[in-house]
């Protein structure tokens, strides 16, 4: 019996996550070649396979039961509804957006980026997989399906119920709009632009090199312990032209918090946290003291 080898290389969910990842690293550095986009526009169009294999994928992610043998049953409509897709043009659509994707970014840099439900996606694709096996692994299919089966039948956190309701939105947009993909760059666009648009350079720069570093944790950390003196210096300073003894005392906390951090070998997102809020609060008393 043959293992069905999960091929992060072929996984459309994960080539799709990893390209509107793309999309927003477009939108920070104002790339105006819009490559990402380009290729999500063309590949993931409503009438394409991939489009269909993809809305799959999605299914499985986002569906939720309570109980096992109704999220049983949803898997097995999911696979059977995938195998009513043409395999023959999902191939050559997926063989197509590969080649693209490698002649248009660095496919080792590109497909190094963590991705947070692995997992889950690898499964999808191992059930999907199997149906062209002959003689394939029963035992590793049936540990796929049972992860599927507990990312279905999960409780919910606060978080997630969160995200949720964001996506409710995204899907009420969704049915306006026949062309989907396209759709979530703009939604990704409106909203970036709305939440961040009172970020200033330092605040920007840092969420450019936070999502531009993903796939290179080196240069990252490189880039925030540079940073961390430059920001002690600066509180430092400020603290010199500010005669609120309590900001003062603030001023003097934040910065030796700051000056006794430790970055192991990954940054984490409090560090990322930790230096959005020093220049929040840099920002906010440069404009008491320019005030005076």
């Known amino acids: 019996m043959k293992r069905v080898k999960h091929s992060k290389f072929k996984n459309t969910g994960i080539l799709f996550e ?8 477009e939108v920070l550095n104002g790339d105006t070649t819009e490559t990402a986009k380009t290729i999500v526009s063309e590949f993931f169009s409503s009438k394409t396979e991939l489009n269909k294999e993809l809305r799959l994928y999605d299914l499985l992610l986002k569906e939720k039961y309570n109980s096992e043998s109704r999220a ?10 995938h195998s009513r897709i043409n395999q023959k043009n999902l ?7 590969i080649k693209k994707i490698n002649e248009s970014f660095n496919m ?44 279905i039948t999960s409780k919910q956190s606060k978080l997630v119920e969160s995200s949720t309701k964001s996506e409710a939105v ?13 759709l979530t760059y703009k ?18 720069s840092l969420l450019k090199e936070y999502i531009n570093n993903l796939s290179n944790t080196t240069g990252f950390k490189s880039y925030i312990e540079k940073e961390i003196p ?53 920002k906010e008393l440069k404009s008491k003291v320019n005030g005076k």
Do not use: C, W
């Open 18 to 25: 990893l390209l509107v990842r793309q999309i927003t690293l």
């Open 72 to 81: 049983e049953k949803f898997i097995d409509t999911i696979n059977e509804a």
């Open 91 to 97: 191939q050559r659509e997926k063989y197509n957006l």
């Open 108 to 151: 080792d840099e590109f497909l190094s980026s963590p991705i947070s439900n692995y997992k889950v996606l690898a499964s999808i694709y191992k059930v999907f997989e199997s149906k062209n096996y002959e003689n394939y692994d029963v035992k590793d299919v049936f540990n796929s399906k049972i992860t599927l089966i507990e990312n």
């Open 170 to 182: 995204v899907e009420s947009y969704k049915k306006q709009d026949k062309d989907l993909r396209l």
């Open 187 to 204: 939604i990704l666009v409106e909203t970036f632009n709305k939440k961040y648009s009172n970020l200033n350079e330092r605040q920007k």
């Open 230 to 282: 430059k920001i002690i210096s600066e509180l430092k300073s400020l603290g010199k032209s500010i005669n609120d003894k309590v900001t003062k005392i603030k001023l003097a906390e934040t910065a030796s918090v700051l000056s006794k951090t430790k970055i192991g070998k990954v940054v984490s997102d409090n560090h990322v946290s930790s230096l959005m809020i020093s220049y929040e609060l840099i």
